[in-house]
């Protein structure tokens, strides 16, 4: 079982190794939210410990709610267990309906919930998770592995694109 912090290797079948996070666990067992960072490493060698905490401490590009299954197989090697640096006011918010004419946004943990900004009523997505083989495919696309083609359906995982709940 997947626990928040533990790092490891997404491989993209390519030689090269995308990093990810577990940063939030979520009550429904297997459930997780999972960054992945924008820095690669060779799949053969295990990144050194200094080298995953900047890793770690770097923008990520992909944030979803996912299945921690390809973790907790070994599909995607356990490298290391850090604290997740990025700040927990990042946690995505999931759009529900709320009072007549408003929505109102659910944390991940679906323990708080406050009033959607206007620009947030469209922007957040209503509550999902993906495979562990889609977020792969995903990665693999972003990372423009050979073969693999980058879906519209993927925009949601960008974390450019994740509307936080905040504090």
């Given at each position: 079982m997947a626990h928040v912090g533990d790092i490891f290797g997404i491989p993209l079948g390519d030689g090269r190794l995308a990093l990810g996070q577990i940063f939030e666990k979520k009550p429904t067992p297997g459930l997780a939210i999972i960054i992945v960072f924008g820095q690669l490493f060779?799949?053969?060698?295990n990144p050194a410990?200094?080298?995953l905490q900047a890793c770690t401490s770097s923008k990520p590009v992909i944030l979803a709610s996912s299945f921690e299954t390809f973790v907790d197989r070994g599909d995607w090697r356990k490298l290391a267990t850090i604290p997740p640096v990025?700040?927990?006011a990042n946690?995505?918010?999931f759009r529900v309906a709320g009072l007549p004419l408003g929505f109102l946004l659910e944390s991940y943990d679906r323990k708080r919930k406050r009033l959607a900004r206007i620009r947030e009523i469209n922007a957040a997505p209503n509550g999902y998770s993906v495979s562990a083989k889609w977020l792969e495919n995903a990665v693999k696309a972003h990372f423009k592995v050979e073969g693999a083609k980058w879906e519209p359906r993927f925009d949601q995982l960008l974390f450019k694109n994740v509307v936080p709940f905040g504090r």
């Amino acid at each position: 079982m997947a626990h928040v912090g533990d790092i490891f290797g997404i491989p993209l079948g390519d030689g090269r190794l995308a990093l990810g996070q577990i940063f939030e666990k979520k009550p429904t067992p297997g459930l997780a939210i999972i960054i992945v960072f924008g820095q690669l490493f060779p799949e053969a060698e295990n990144p050194a410990i200094h080298d995953l905490q900047a890793c770690t401490s770097s923008k990520p590009v992909i944030l979803a709610s996912s299945f921690e299954t390809f973790v907790d197989r070994g599909d995607w090697r356990k490298l290391a267990t850090i604290p997740p640096v990025l700040d927990r006011a990042n946690s995505p918010a999931f759009r529900v309906a709320g009072l007549p004419l408003g929505f109102l946004l659910e944390s991940y943990d679906r323990k708080r919930k406050r009033l959607a900004r206007i620009r947030e009523i469209n922007a957040a997505p209503n509550g999902y998770s993906v495979s562990a083989k889609w977020l792969e495919n995903a990665v693999k696309a972003h990372f423009k592995v050979e073969g693999a083609k980058w879906e519209p359906r993927f925009d949601q995982l960008l974390f450019k694109n994740v509307v936080p709940f905040g504090r």
